[in-house]
Structures are given as structure tokens and as C-alpha cells.
């Protein structure tokens, strides 16, 4: 039981490229999330998934797109980096509303814009 | 959400217990009250929650005050691996609903 694994771990990304991170869960969550987290902020929700085939926008999704084609998957796309995306990006996991159990997070990928 | 107010940074020494507060004044009577840390660079760790009775696990115990306008989470012996960000957090426990972040506050515990 992996939990909920990120790849890659780490990127270096020239402004104007595009890019793709992958989050898996092997835990049959039907809740999937991605946050940034930038030099001593707090995690900012970027998008989240609530079922297979279902996306919707949170705090920050400016510059990103996400699909939720697989219930174990969520992908988060960059088209066209820029340096503001530079952070680390963290994606978790979570049961339905009224479960006893919290998120799972992945633990991030550092990715740096040049 | 309501917003909950911790303060930046607590210290405390090594097998005594860390209790750190968190106020949420505005919290509405359906949602509950979620504890969250993060270990250096890691992604965060569940700890504990509760709706208004105090709750207790093998990490950790959660008071929260007849009001609900504030809680306190404690550490009955922390540890030097204690050391993180704490996190509080309000959240509705409702669909499409996601757990919302803000600075937290920074533990260290020393020997």
C-alpha cells in the first residue's frame, strides 16, 4: 500500500514550457486534490477532483488545468510555465464527506521555472 | 470556512506536553475542527479532528471549548521529531468542500 505517490519529484522548467505531474492513490479515494506550497506560505488549493470525470477550481488555478480520467489519478498541467509557478506542489487524497479518516498527502514535487 | 488565528511560532522542551491553541471565533455550529503538522519539507500529516467533544488518538488529544469558539491540540510528550508546523483548520463536512490553509504554527521542540 503505496499511499498517494507523486512523480516526478523533482523539475526544472524553462518559462513557456509545458509539463505534467502525476498523483496516484492505490486507496480507492474518491477525493483528490493539488496545493502549492511557496517559501514559508501555507498550502494553497490549486483544483480538486470529488468523483471520476469531475474537476472544479479552488483558491489558485490560474495557469493550471487538471483531468481526472482514472479514479486512482489526478494530473495537474502546466502549458506554459512561468517563475510565479515555481513552488513545491503537493497532491492529496481523501475519502468521502463524513468519514472519520483525513487527507493523504503525497510528498511533493519541488519544481523550479527558469 | 472560518478562518482560525495560531500563533507564528511556540517552543517547548523535549517529554513535556505541547499544547497549542487555535481560535475560531466565527465557526458555524456544522463545522468541524481539523489538526494538521508538517514535518520540514514533507508533504502534511493528518492528526485529528472533532465536531465538540474532546477527542483523543495515539498522536495526540483535542480540546475544544464548550463555545467552540477555540480549541487546543496537545502533545502529552513531545518530541525532538515533533518539531513542525501545526495546522487548524475549520471545514464544512460537505461535498465538493476541500480543507483550506493558512500559516499554521511552527513547534520546535528541544532537548
Known amino acids: 500500500n503505496a499511499g498517494v505517490t507523486q512523480t516526478p519529484k523533482f523539475r526544472v522548467l524553462k518559462t513557456g514550457q509545458s509539463m505534467t505531474l502525476l498523483c496516484a492513490q492505490d486507496m480507492n479515494h474518491e477525493y483528490m486534490y493539488w496545493y502549492r506550497q511557496d517559501p514559508g506560505m501555507g498550502l494553497r488549493l490549486i483544483h480538486y477532483?470529488?468523483?471520476?470525470?469531475?474537476?472544479a477550481k479552488g483558491e489558485v488555478p490560474d495557469g493550471y488545468n487538471v483531468s481526472r480520467l482514472k479514479k486512482q489519478n489526478f494530473l495537474l498541467g502546466l502549458e506554459s510555465a512561468a517563475p510565479s509557478q515555481t513552488s513545491v506542489y503537493f497532491c492529496a487524497s481523501s475519502y468521502p464527506v463524513g468519514s472519520n479518516y483525513g487527507y493523504t498527502f503525497g510528498s511533493g514535487t519541488r519544481l523550479t521555472v527558469v | 470556512d472560518a478562518k482560525t488565528t495560531q500563533p507564528p511560532s511556540m517552543d517547548c522542551a523535549e517529554g513535556r506536553a505541547a499544547n497549542l491553541p487555535c481560535n475560531h471565533s466565527t465557526i458555524s455550529g456544522n463545522e468541524y475542527v481539523y489538526w494538521y503538522r508538517q514535518i520540514h519539507s514533507q508533504g502534511p500529516q493528518y492528526i485529528i479532528h472533532?465536531?465538540?467533544n474532546n477527542e483523543t488518538n495515539e498522536m495526540a488529544s483535542l480540546i475544544i471549548t464548550e463555545d467552540r469558539k477555540s480549541s487546543t491540540l496537545i502533545l502529552p510528550h513531545a518530541t525532538l521529531r515533533d518539531t513542525a508546523v501545526y495546522y487548524c483548520?475549520?471545514?464544512?463536512?460537505?461535498?465538493?468542500?476541500?480543507?483550506?490553509f493558512g500559516k499554521g504554527t511552527t513547534l520546535s521542540v528541544s532537548s
Open positions: 483548520i475549520v471545514r464544512v463536512q460537505q461535498a465538493g468542500t476541500a480543507l483550506i
Open positions: 472533532g465536531l465538540k
Open positions: 477532483s470529488v468523483g471520476e470525470g469531475t474537476t
